[in-house]
């Protein structure tokens, strides 16, 4: 087994299958989007013919959504994943915001969650572009003040109850909608199927992971990972790869890896931030140069699947570190890595 060429190809930085962003983020499942510009490259360059135009598209129709889910944290889910992936880590999300907020002593009661997120309905309705500025006024408009991050942690809950989520794309800053009036409401799926639904999206794209790994993604419990996985029966195949196990899910591809590419990774990509078992591309000796130990994720260099440095845009210029000793960049590679983006980048 080669783990990081299956894992190149599930996750479609090897010859890609879909043409829109919105098909890519439903074959992930859900993608990390800490970052608001890099999102979207992360979403594009999975796309046979990246274009920042067409993700903003996609995220202005509502058909790809922004939101905090999975780990309390940011990700890109399809409006049709939203509800039902919603309801399965709400209750974990919600536990974890609570405690960030002990942590940070503030205190929110539910009769000032439910005035405050009315009070979010009445000015969001009808509009898909509100800034957290806009909120705020609102707020002082009524004679409600507070600071910065309590308004943050409001707006958190209400995207957990299902009251806001992304409106459309802007330049630098998030904007709010209702969820009511940018995703239209199904009948959610039991627990049981939900769950089976998670693992398969997770292990077709992400796979050969690890059972490990699919917690550390999903932020739910052993137990409810586990009868993900039992649920899929044959559709996962169990590999041993330097001492751990690994699940393959039935569709994964095994071939169409050829050597000699380089990926211009963003920071909090998929292809790191979806996994425990970084290990597999990245070598524990040079973790410091992809991540800290507090969860910030930097841009990186892969080279035929493997993490070898650095880089960052000074403008519309793209510059590049090597760290990994004895490495240097294939040339012409990374040249038609850098038309990659600038194609991305106009249109």
Not at 46 to 57: E, G, H, L, V
Not at 145 to 168: F, K, N, V
Not at 193 to 199: P, Q, T
Request: glycine share 8%; hydrophobic share 40%.
């Amino acid at each position: 087994m080669n783990p990081i060429s299956i894992r190149l190809l599930g996750q479609q930085l090897i010859c890609p299958q879909f043409t829109s962003p919105h098909d890519v983020v439903a074959w992930m499942g859900a993608m990390q989007a800490q970052e608001y510009s890099m999102m979207r490259w992360a979403v594009a360059m999975r796309t046979q013919r990246p274009s920042a135009k067409a993700f903003a598209r996609d995220f202005d129709s509502g058909s790809i959504i922004r939101t905090h889910l999975f780990r309390t944290t940011w990700q890109l889910v399809t409006a049709e994943d939203y509800a039902w992936m919603l309801s399965l880590c709400r209750k974990k999300a919600l536990g974890g915001l609570r405690g960030w907020m002990h942590a940070n002593a503030i205190d929110i009661p539910r009769k000032e969650e439910d005035r405050i997120s009315a009070i979010f309905e009445e000015v969001i309705s009808g509009r898909a572009d509100v800034l957290k500025d806009d909120l705020a006024r609102a707020l002082a408009e009524r004679d409600i003040h507070m600071d910065d991050h309590r308004l943050s942690y409001h707006i958190r809950l209400a995207e957990l109850s299902g009251t806001l989520c992304s409106g459309i794309l802007h330049p630098r800053k998030r904007t709010l909608a209702l969820t009511s009036e940018r995703i239209a409401q199904k009948p959610l799926p039991p627990r049981e199927e939900a769950l089976a639904l998670l693992a398969r999206k997770y292990f077709r794209s992400h796979g050969p992971a690890t059972l490990e790994d699919f917690v550390w993604w999903s932020g739910l419990n052993v137990s409810d990972c586990k009868s993900g996985i039992g649920a899929l029966g044959g559709e996962l195949s169990r590999e041993k790869w330097r001492g751990l196990v690994f699940y393959l899910h039935e569709g994964c591809r095994l071939r169409g890896f050829r050597s000699g590419r380089i990926h211009l990774l963003p920071a909090f990509d998929e292809y790191l931030i979806g996994y425990k078992s970084r290990h597999v591309a990245l070598h524990p000796d040079f973790r410091h140069h992809a991540h800290d130990n507090t969860g910030t994720f930097w841009n990186v260099i892969l080279q035929d699947g493997e993490v070898v440095g650095n880089w960052s845009l000074r403008g519309k210029e793209i510059r590049t570190a090597v760290f990994k000793p004895g490495v240097q960049l294939d040339a012409s590679a990374l040249e038609r890595e850098r038309a990659r983006w600038e194609s991305y980048a106009n249109g």
